[in-house]
């Protein structure tokens, strides 16, 4: 059982700047793959960013509406990932949920989101 708790999350202008932080907690950890997801207003959820496993290489990927613009990172000590979203625009504007999954054993887990507003 993995348990995530995001935070970080609020209004900011457009060019600015936000970091959001996942807390993670239970057990091997360093085996999941860390993502951010977003879910706007009438829309799907999508995948912002993710790592991979430390026993995977924690290689990066990122959607292609931000690349550039937002790096994920995580802490393997400390338990958490991050996003630093730079250069923020209007359709930035969402509920991101930070999520764990390992595919191969079908475990996933999901926070409960944080609103990030873009809006001058």
């Known amino acids: 059982q993995v348990q995530l708790v995001e935070s970080g999350g609020g209004l900011v202008q457009p060019g600015g700047s936000l970091r959001l932080s996942c807390a993670a907690s239970?057990?091997?950890?360093?085996?999941?793959?860390m993502g951010w997801y977003r879910q706007a207003p009438g829309k799907q959820r999508e995948l912002v960013a993710s790592?991979?496993?430390?026993?995977?290489?924690?290689?990066?990927n990122y959607a292609d509406s931000v690349k550039g613009r937002f790096t994920i990172s995580r802490d393997n000590a400390k338990n958490s990932v991050d996003l630093q979203m730079n250069s923020l625009k209007h359709e930035d504007t969402a509920v991101y949920y930070c999520?764990?999954?390992?595919?191969?054993?079908?475990?996933?887990?999901w926070g409960h989101g944080t609103q990030v507003t873009v809006s001058s």
């Open positions: 239970g057990s091997m950890l360093t085996l999941y793959t």
């Open positions: 790592i991979a496993s430390v026993t995977s290489g924690g290689n990066t």
């Open positions: 999520n764990a999954k390992i595919d191969s054993i079908g475990a996933i887990y």
